[in-house]
């Protein structure tokens, strides 16, 4: 009997353990690029949010067209005084696909200034990228550096596979070079499975109703991509929003659970 009863209270810490690392994900979505529709949907797929990090797609697709940037290794940036530097790793010299490995902020914020308000503001619209909104923090004047940082635009994980399905299908009004470029630089991970991920990270603090940052530094994270194998391609979005502090990055952490998740979703399809 005391074994039964041990057996079953280890289920029910087991279960608890597993939903509560459950609770904190938002949205899982799962889309099929050959028909555009989704495979799997889970949670609260139509909240707005900063797009943080995972921004760094669109703008790497914005920096290849326009030939700001050249391949995966170039052009390489040298970091200077008053760049971004609250992680040590940013502190180098970055090329672009060092900048999408390590989520370098001021590589985003430099290339932005390079292709100016006018064609930044194009490519957003044209990309129909969430909100579309490119004007920055209230009266500060500071969306070509600062939109994307829990600022004006937002975009929900439907909108984010919209734009991963255009990417993927290169149905975006850029060159194939952008394409291809993108593709090249974007940070990878081999499942067992067979599956290829292509896949990007966001971190940022939740925000208050008048926006400010969240008095308990609760974050939210995303992670965004596709999986390929076979030549099939399926896009995939994981939001997650914590409930209390963490330690840890928030994007990190929606990486590994949907690392944990997708090869048993995509052995469905």
Same mark, same amino acid.
Not at 49 to 56: E, L, R, Y
Not at 146 to 159: C, D, E, G, H, Y
């Given at each position: 009997m005391l074994a039964k009863i041990s057996a079953l209270l280890f289920v029910a810490a087991a279960s608890f353990a597993a939903a509560s690392a459950h609770?904190?994900?938002?949205?899982?979505?799962?889309?099929?690029?050959?028909?555009?529709?989704?495979?799997?949907?889970?949670?609260?797929?139509?909240?707005a949010?900063?797009?943080?990090?995972?921004?760094?797609v669109p703008l790497a697709v914005m920096g290849y067209d326009s030939g700001i940037l050249v391949d995966a290794d170039h052009p390489a940036w040298d970091f200077q005084p008053g760049f971004a530097d609250w992680i040590e790793d940013w502190k180098t010299t970055v090329t672009p696909r060092y900048w999408l490995e390590k989520s370098v902020v001021w590589y985003s914020q430099e290339l932005t200034k390079k292709l100016g308000m006018e064609k930044?503001?194009?490519?957003?619209?044209?990309?129909?990228?969430?909100?579309?909104?490119?004007?920055?923090?209230?009266? =500060?004047?500071?969306?070509? +550096?600062? $939109?994307?940082? *829990?600022?004006?635009?937002?975009?929900?994980?439907?909108?984010? #596979?919209?734009?991963?399905?255009?990417l993927v299908n290169r149905t975006l009004p850029v060159s194939p070079k952008a394409f291809d470029m993108t593709y090249a630089a974007m940070p990878q991970v081999k499942l067992d499975n067979g599956w290829v991920v292509s896949g990007k990270t966001g971190t940022s603090?939740?925000?208050?109703?008048?926006?400010?940052p969240d008095a308990q530094k609760r974050q939210l994270g995303w992670y965004v991509g596709w999986a390929e194998k076979d030549g099939r391609k399926i896009v995939f979005v994981r939001l997650?929003?914590? =409930?209390?502090?963490?330690? +840890?990055? $928030?994007?990190? *952490?929606?990486?590994?659970?949907?690392?944990?998740?997708?090869? #048993?979703?995509?052995?469905k399809l």
């Open positions: 609770a904190d994900v938002t949205c899982s979505l799962l889309i099929d690029t050959a028909s555009g529709k989704e495979v799997l949907r889970e949670g609260d797929c139509e909240k949010v900063t797009p943080a990090s995972t921004f760094k930044f503001r194009g490519y957003v619209e044209a990309f129909d990228y969430g909100n579309k909104d490119v004007s920055g923090n209230p009266g =500060k004047g500071d969306g070509l +550096t600062q $939109a994307w940082l *829990r600022s004006s635009l937002k975009i929900t994980p439907v909108q984010e #596979a919209a734009f991963l399905t255009k603090f939740l925000s208050n109703a008048d926006g400010s997650v929003e914590d =409930k209390k502090k963490q330690k +840890t990055y $928030a994007g990190m *952490r929606a990486k590994k659970g949907t690392l944990e998740w997708l090869p #048993a979703q995509l052995g």
